[in-house]
């Protein structure tokens, strides 16, 4: 069970999220959750995590 506990791990790891800001906030989510109008945050060296 250890081995799929940690493909689950790495799974978590790639999975691409995005931070953006929601009522004032700044709050970590998965990429396909980003919706029209959210405030996608950005530092050196991030990855685009939509397409359009």
């Known amino acids: ?10 799974k ?14 700044e709050v970590d989510i998965d990429a396909s959750e980003i919706t029209l109008g ?3 945050v950005f530092e050196a060296g991030d990855r685009v995590p939509a397409d359009g």
């Open 12 to 25: 978590e790891l790639a999975a691409p999220h995005a931070t953006v800001i929601r009522d004032g906030e």
């Open 38 to 40: 959210d405030l996608i």
């Open 1 to 10: 069970h250890s081995a799929e506990k940690a493909i689950e791990a790495l």
